[in-house]
T-cell receptor, first 114, second 109 residues
Framework: DVKVTQSSRYLVKRTGEKVFLECVQDMDHENMFWYRQDPGLGLRLIYFSYDVKMKEKGDIPEGYSVSREKKERFSLILESASTNQTSMYLC?????????????FGPGTRLTVL | GENVEQHPSTLSVQEGDSAVIKCTYSDSASNYFPWYKQELGKRPQLIIDIRSNVGEKKDQRIAVTLNKTAKHFSLHITETQPEDSAVYFCAASINDMRFGAGTRLTVKP
């Protein structure tokens, strides 16, 4: 059973703070993804990584960066948090060798930037 | 890049009725179309998916249809139950996945 965990369920930060959101998966998946979820906008892809040390911009990368030093861990970084980054952040992982292209999601981190 | 549109944004049905959610996609190269259900406060969970070489797939009360020519696919839920109430997301994928904006389904007992 795939397990994707995120470091915090709820997080409150102040404008200008550096924020780290951590995601860990235990199924040796090569692909990992970060989304933000906002009402009426669905899930929007921020960054993704096809393998260790690799990263690709998604649709809304501005204001974010990522780090993938180990296969199981994919970190989302907000260098200087702003109020418009208040959102639910979802991490997902996928095994590209699976015939089914299924992504498995973490529980989400609800980030509030004051 | 891929763009996925989903309709309606909200849907309310009576228990026992059918519910249909529709999505369109823009990239004809997309070959995988999953549907996720997200209950309040929980993570999205895959409920059914379809590949581009299949026109229809059914799993008990849920079914998905795909029209590649028109680039649209639909989720059908029959005999709806209150526990079907959730937000449903469609997605289209080649390698990375793009999601629709979601449909909030409410099933009234």
């Amino acid at each position: 059973d795939v397990k994707v965990t995120q470091s915090s369920r709820y997080l409150v930060k102040r404008t200008g703070e550096k924020v780290f959101l951590e995601c860990v998966q235990d199924m040796d998946h090569e692909n990992m993804f970060w989304y933000r979820q906002d009402p009426g906008l669905g899930l929007r892809l921020i960054y993704f990584s096809y393998d260790v040390k690799m990263k690709e911009k998604g649709d809304i990368p501005e204001g974010y960066s990522v780090s993938r030093e180990k296969k199981e861990r994919f970190s989302l970084i907000l260098e200087s948090a702003s109020t418009n980054q208040t959102s639910m952040y979802l991490c997902a992982s996928r095994d590209p060798q699976d015939f089914d292209n299924t992504q498995y999601f973490g529980p989400g981190t609800r980030l509030t930037v004051l | 890049g891929e763009n996925v549109e989903q309709h309606p944004s909200t849907l309310s049905v009576q228990e026992g009725d059918s519910a249909v959610i529709k999505c369109t996609y823009s990239d004809s190269a997309s070959n995988y179309f999953p549907w996720y259900k997200q209950e309040l406060g929980k993570r999205p969970q895959l409920i059914i998916d379809i590949r581009s070489n299949v026109g229809e797939k059914k799993d008990q009360r849920i079914a998905v249809t795909l029209n590649k020519t028109a680039k649209h696919f639909s989720l059908h839920i029959t005999e709806t139950q209150p526990e079907d109430s959730a937000v449903y997301f469609c997605a289209a994928s080649i390698n990375d996945m793009r999601f629709g904006a979601g449909t909030r389904l409410t099933v009234k007992p």
